[in-house]
């Protein structure tokens, strides 16, 4: 599996946001996953990760 470095940042800004969506991230088998309305397959998609 390969691994992802994440870049440390303490803000955003994207322009062209159509909307947002808060999920949990659940298990899946050795990794993870978040759930996502399929009117959203095919589309780039940001993951924002923060420290609760």
């Known amino acids: 599996m390969r ?11 994207v322009d062209g946001i159509v909307g ?3 999920r949990k991230v ?3 088998g050795n990794g ?3 759930d ?3 009117e ?3 589309k780039e ?4 990760i923060k420290d609760d």
Do not use: R, S
């Not at 691994?3 to 800004?13: A, D, F, L, R, S």
């Not at 998609?45 to 924002?48: A, C, D, S």
């Open 45 to 48: 998609v940001y993951l924002v």
């Open 40 to 42: 959203y397959v095919g």
């Open 3 to 13: 691994k992802i470095n994440i870049e440390h940042k303490t803000k955003i800004t």
């Open 36 to 38: 996502c309305p399929k």
């Open 26 to 28: 659940t298990p899946f």
């Open 20 to 22: 947002f969506l808060k």
């Open 32 to 34: 993870a996953k978040v």
